[in-house]
């Protein structure tokens, strides 16, 4: 199969091993995958704040990208939320119904990526390796607006050597909701604090997610706290394998066909 990635802003920006794990990923499973250059930022950040205008033209320009192509994944449950459910939204309020129109067509072909190995691809089972002991976080987006369930809880157990342990008051935000942990830094924390306890109480070496944001939150204040626990994208412990396998490129390139 043919599919194209998109990376979203914070995976090019801060996170690129989430991005060149999804490559490698499918790659390893046996398909083709692409990097339409012409993609930028899907607009949540925009639309959140009440800059819709201002996020019409990302709407405009991520269904002229990515139209071409079948299948789309994004290593992010709140950027596809974002793509899914707030573009055509945006376009009509801007009383574009065309571009409302191409918007629902290319956002029903866009995915998170558990959603496309477990419903699109038909694996659970990636061949993946990792010796860690791994507590999963549901991020909201993912939960709530993409309704993911317990996909990524099905791959994680099949990847062999990981130990997963099930994270205490899970559905719980983590507090981050972009520009909410800076306008509500005090609520935010408090959120955090309490994600964090739970991280702990599960004696896990890793917290993983679907989300490099909340992984960013969570991790940030992980580490603040010295504990040792990491944070890991989902990706990245599905594109680990077995010592002299697929392991990634040690020079962090990501290359892909076009």
Do not use: W
């Not at 918007?103 to 990792?130: H, I, K, M, P, Q």
């Not at 791959?155 to 559905?171: H, K, M, N, S, T």
């Not at 983590?174 to 994600?195: E, Q």
């Amino acid at each position: 199969m043919r599919i194209a990635v998109f990376v979203t802003c914070l995976a090019d920006t801060m996170f690129p091993e989430a991005a060149k794990a999804t490559v490698r990923l499918l790659e390893r499973l046996g398909h083709e995958v692409v990097f339409p250059e012409g993609q930028t930022c899907c607009g949540q950040m925009h639309v959140n704040t009440g800059y819709q205008r201002q996020a019409l033209p990302l709407v405009r320009r991520y269904a002229r990208v990515f139209d071409p192509y079948d299948v789309i994944v994004a290593p992010s449950g709140s950027c596809v939320g974002s793509v899914r459910h707030q573009h055509a939204v945006v376009a009509r309020r801007a009383g574009d119904e065309r571009l409302a129109s191409r918007a629902e067509s290319v956002a029903g072909r866009t995915y998170e990526l558990s959603e496309l190995l477990v419903d699109v691809l038909g694996v659970t089972d990636v061949g993946a390796f990792y010796p860690h002991r791994v507590t999963y976080h549901p991020t909201c987006h993912s939960l709530r607006v993409l309704r993911v369930g317990d996909r990524p809880l099905r791959l994680l157990r099949e990847v062999q050597g990981l130990d997963l342990v099930e994270l205490p008051a899970a559905e719980q935000c983590c507090g981050f909701g972009g520009t909410f942990a800076v306008k509500n830094a005090d609520t935010s924390t408090a959120m955090l604090a309490d994600k964090m306890r739970h991280v702990l109480a599960t004696g896990a070496d890793v917290c993983t997610a679907g989300d490099a944001s909340c992984l960013m939150h969570i991790g940030g204040g992980l580490s603040r706290l010295r504990t040792g626990v990491r944070t890991v994208h989902l990706a990245e412990i599905l594109a680990s394998t077995e010592p002299g396998g697929d392991t990634p490129d040690q020079r962090g390139e990501l290359v892909v066909r076009s």
